[in-house]
Every structure is written in structure tokens, then in C-alpha cells.
């Protein structure tokens, strides 16, 4: 979201550039993702930028406006907040939930990578949980 509205951008725009920081949620504003993990990276953005981080981004199979209203929700204004509405992008990393069995449908699995120059050179997947994705555990990687 710009203060223009939604924007197309690019994931070489968005993550190739510097030490990235991309964490992914199954979806905004449920249990896990609003309660612990947006939270960990909101607390510790200051911690990550310590250690060399550029760009902190956060990708959830949801629209635009839902990705906006949660980062509002949780004053995440230094997160780059990124809709992937259509999961194309979790179908291109590889890392695509189904959620049919709850009613959720395709979504995107928890996970933390580290990127350098649009490089993934660290990722971590929970596949129950929020531990090998959290902040915590990511700030041990930098």
C-alpha cells in the first residue's frame, strides 16, 4: 500500500537490495500471526537494524488493504507490509499451505528467510509453531 493507494511492486524492488529480512504468515490478523509473530518483529526491528538489516518485510496470502489495516493495527510502520493475494508468490517459493481442511484455502507456510542482495542465504519453516520463524531465533542467525 503507498498513500496513493495499491502498487504492483516487484519482489527485486522490495527484497533484492541489501540485507533483507522477510518473515511470511499464513494470514493477518489470526492468533499466532497477530499475537506473536508480527509482534516479535515489531518489538525487535530496532535489534535487527543493529545487525545490518535494511529492510524488514512481512508476506501474507491476503489482499492489500487487509495487509495495510493489520500493519496499522500493530504500529508496524517499519515493516514493509506485502499482500500476496493470489499466493503466487508462496507457489514460487515453494512454500504454499493448504488450508482447505479450515476454510482457508491456499495460503502461505510460516517461515523467516535472510536475503542478501536478493539471495536467500538463511530460511527457516515451522511447520507447527512459531519458533524457527520468530524474531528471536532469526536475530541468532545475524
Known sequence: MT?????TVRTSDALGKGRVVLFAVPGAFTP???NVHLPGFVQQ??????????TIA???VNDVFVMDAWGKAHDAGDILMLSDGNAEFAEAMGLVLDGSG????????RY???LDDGVVTSIDVDEKGIDLSSCSNLLLKL
Open 3 to 7: 498513500p496513493d493507494g495499491p502498487s
Open 32 to 34: 499466532g500471526c497477530s
Open 45 to 54: 526491528a530496532g535489534e535487527l537494524r543493529g545487525k545490518g538489516v535494511d
Open 58 to 60: 512481512c508476506v501474507a
Open 102 to 109: 479450515m476454510g482457508l484455502g491456499k495460503r502461505s507456510k
Open 112 to 114: 523467516a528467510a535472510i
